[in-house]
């Protein structure tokens, strides 16, 4: 089943657009886009094959840490994770 995984890390300062640029092509081979130029956090969303939400959650991690350090950003612990499966996602676009 494909996941959506989308983690979060919050840091003690503010990310710039360039470190959200490079922390985007260190996710994109995981259909991953990133977010948080001009914030106190950086995000990435990712598309995980997984049998489950937790196993998702975990292979998403280790993805997003590589990523991280692959991007130089700051190394800050995960925050929160959230996921949806393709399914969820169509059903929320229906209602």
């Not at 959506?4 to 490079?22: F, H």
């Not at 292979?59 to 995960?78: L, R, S």
């Amino acid at each position: 089943m494909k996941f959506s995984v989308s983690l979060y890390a919050e840091g003690d300062r503010e990310i710039e657009l360039a470190e959200v640029v490079e922390f985007a092509d260190a996710v994109a081979m995981y259909s991953g886009i990133a977010t948080g130029a001009g914030t106190m956090t950086y995000g990435a969303q990712l598309v995980i094959e997984a049998p489950n939400s937790d196993i998702a959650v975990d292979k998403a991690i280790e993805i997003f840490a590589n990523a991280a350090v692959i991007a130089k950003m700051p190394d800050w612990p995960v925050s929160k994770a959230e996921t949806m499966t393709e399914d969820q996602d169509w059903e929320d676009a229906f209602e």
